[in-house]
């Protein structure tokens, strides 16, 4: 009788055409996530015109989402643990899509933002699942690489939003990029067919056929056999509670620790893309046109999510996320200087990999830490906490713009979140991580464990 130990045979697998289907459709999925948060900003002019909006109303409008955002990375995070991770991808889907849909019908800010909440809980709440599914199924030695380029895709959603809109938005209307958000529903029936389960969660529910399906295509040197026992880290067991689970053995400390990262980060990234193009405009610049500056922006968050990757991939992930943050402080703090266009374009490209990419390799490392069974909760509770930094952005540096200070102090003030979350980020007890050993005492299926007992 044989043990299978599902996550060494996941560690050690060759990449193949199995892990690169994975790859495609949680990158898929992420571009159409990005397309859907960054579509509203691409078209908020319009709407403000069309609807009569103030600044004040249209500023409460984009936040719906966020909070929407909030709640779907806690709660969807937290809900893919018990009742599976394809399902909870295809609700997430779901809510993103038809209901950034449904936006394009509504003609009044309140009735838009109640359909934007309720888009955001799918776009807040797939992001920690995807995370958590190219974590699990990525071979250990190119782990980070692989959710560094899917989640790269979020940035390429953006790209996308920027490059349809102005052209559909002149033809049909701003209506007209909403109601193209709502074209993935449809691919909803292939990817609950197509995309692999937890393992974890087959292993709990006990649907062996099928576990062992997916392991042959991932590990194909594994040939199953009908005695078969598979095993996990007894950190993989899901019992009780699994918001709880992420303060114990030890995880208490660095748990918080990836909160206020996760919460700085995100506070960088939504201060940037809301006041980042009014700072420079107030401030002499010529950046062109917003699609530029759009471009640019997401450009470089490509660069360094992928180059985080790889990094992380080659070195120890903690210490190259803290370097990601210092350099996010310095590339800040350097755009409130006056330098000449092409400088401040390089800075602005930098300061998307340092923000945005930086933040992607943070949900890398997140993914790393947490044991499988609790690794969706862990991502979204760390991503949920996060975006009351998001939320929280706009409004204080919109305080500090309208105190009309030096440009210097407001993108010193930016840039103090990139320092706190380079020194949370240091203090993560990377021991304490799921990655650092699998040396723990397994656990079996329920009925190799009664079979135990005897």
Not at 425 to 443: C, F, K, P, T, Y
Request: hydrophobic share 55%.
């Amino acid at each position: 009788m044989r043990q299978i130990d599902v996550h060494k045979l996941s560690d050690e697998a060759r990449f193949n055409g199995f892990h690169g289907k994975v790859l495609l459709w949680c990158a898929l999925i992420i571009i159409f996530d990005g397309y859907d948060l960054a579509v509203a900003g691409i078209a908020l002019p319009s709407i403000m015109k069309e609807m009569g909006v103030t600044a004040q109303n249209a500023g409460f409008m984009v936040s719906s989402a966020l909070f929407g955002m909030m709640f779907g990375a806690i709660f969807l995070g937290t809900i893919a643990d018990k009742i599976g991770r394809r399902k909870a991808i295809a609700i997430c889907i779901f809510l993103f899509s038809v209901f950034t849909a449904a936006a394009g019908f509504t003609d009044n800010p309140y009735t838009f933002s109640a359909m934007r909440f309720l888009a955001g809980l799918g776009i807040g709440g797939v992001m920690p699942n995807l995370v958590a599914q190219m974590t699990e199924y990525s071979p250990k030695r190119i782990r980070s690489t692989m959710v560094t380029l899917m989640f790269s895709g979020y940035a390429v959603g953006g790209m996308l939003a920027a490059l349809l809109g102005k052209g559909l938005i002149e033809s049909y209307g701003w209506a007209s990029v909403f109601l193209a958000a709502g074209v993935p529903v449809l691919l909803i029936p292939f990817i609950l067919k197509s995309m692999p389960e937890s393992m974890p969660f087959l292993i709990k529910e006990n649907r062996l056929d099928e576990l062992k399906n997916i392991v042959s295509q991932m590990s194909p040197g594994y040939r199953p056999q009908a005695d078969d026992r598979f095993a996990l880290p007894s950190a993989d067991k899901a019992q009780g509670a699994p918001v709880g689970k992420l303060f114990q053995d030890g995880r208490g400390f660095s748990t918080l620790m990836f909160w206020i990262t996760f919460f700085m980060c995100l506070f960088m990234v939504y201060a940037l893309s809301s006041w980042l193009t009014k700072l420079m405009a107030g401030a002499g610049y010529s950046l062109g046109s917003a699609l530029t500056f759009v471009l640019v922006l997401n450009f470089g968050a490509m660069i360094g999510a992928v180059g985080g990757g790889w990094l992380a991939d080659r070195f120890h992930i903690k210490y190259v996320l803290v370097g990601m943050y210092a350099l996010a402080a310095v590339s800040i703090t350097l755009l409130g200087f006056k330098v000449p266009n092409e400088v401040l374009f390089l800075l602005v490209g930098l300061t998307g990999a340092s923000t945005i990419g930086t933040q992607i390799v943070t949900y890398a490392y997140a993914g790393q830490f947490y044991p499988m069974a609790i690794r969706s909760t862990g991502i979204g509770w760390a991503s949920g906490v996060g975006r009351s930094g998001a939320i929280l952005a706009p409004i204080v540096i919109g305080t500090l713009v309208g105190m009309s200070l030096p440009l210097e102090q407001n993108f010193m003030a930016i840039a103090i979140p990139a320092v706190i979350a380079m020194i949370a980020a240091s203090m993560i007890n990377h021991r304490r991580s799921a990655s650092a050993s699998h040396d723990s005492v397994s656990v079996l299926t329920p009925a190799a464990s009664a079979m135990a007992a005897k």
